[in-house]
Nanobody, 121 residues
Framework: EVQLVESGGGIVQPGGPLRLSCTGSGFTFAYYDMTWVRQAPGKGPEWVSSIPSGGGRGSYADSVKGRFTISRDNNKNTLYLQMNNLKPEDTALYHC??????????????WGQGTQVTVSS
């Protein structure tokens, strides 16, 4: 069974950092591009960032570029999102998702359960 389990969310003040992790199981993690997608209450999903199967250069939504960094460790079947200088607008449920942006974001079956990030003073 394919599983994606996110962790690392929490409540943080504006300007603060958080690091999210996502561990995959039930599939060959290293074969897949991976994506972070977020969803605020009452809003549609928003693509955040994606990374190729082999790691290296990631791509980012304009709203997070320069603040967030995506990475992965295929030996640990784990995807990461380092978030710096967080803003209240970043408040959302963050999901990792199997596949690149155009495959994963529209298909909720490829998402993990999510971890909540709340940015508030």
């Amino acid at each position: 069974e394919v599983q994606l389990v996110e962790s690392g969310g929490g409540i943080v003040q504006p300007g603060g950092p958080l690091r999210l992790s996502c561990t995959g199981s039930g599939f060959t993690f290293a074969y897949y591009d991976m994506t972070w997608v977020r969803q605020a209450p009452g809003k549609g999903p928003e693509w955040v960032s994606s990374i190729p199967s082999g790691g290296g250069r990631g791509s980012y939504a304009d709203s997070v570029k320069g603040r967030f960094t995506i990475s992965r460790d295929n030996n640990k079947n784990t995807l990461y999102l380092q978030m710096n200088n967080l803003k209240p607008e970043d408040t959302a449920l963050y999901h990792c998702a199997r596949g690149g942006r155009w495959v994963a974001v529209p298909d909720r079956r490829e998402w993990g359960q999510g971890t909540q990030v709340t940015v508030s003073s």
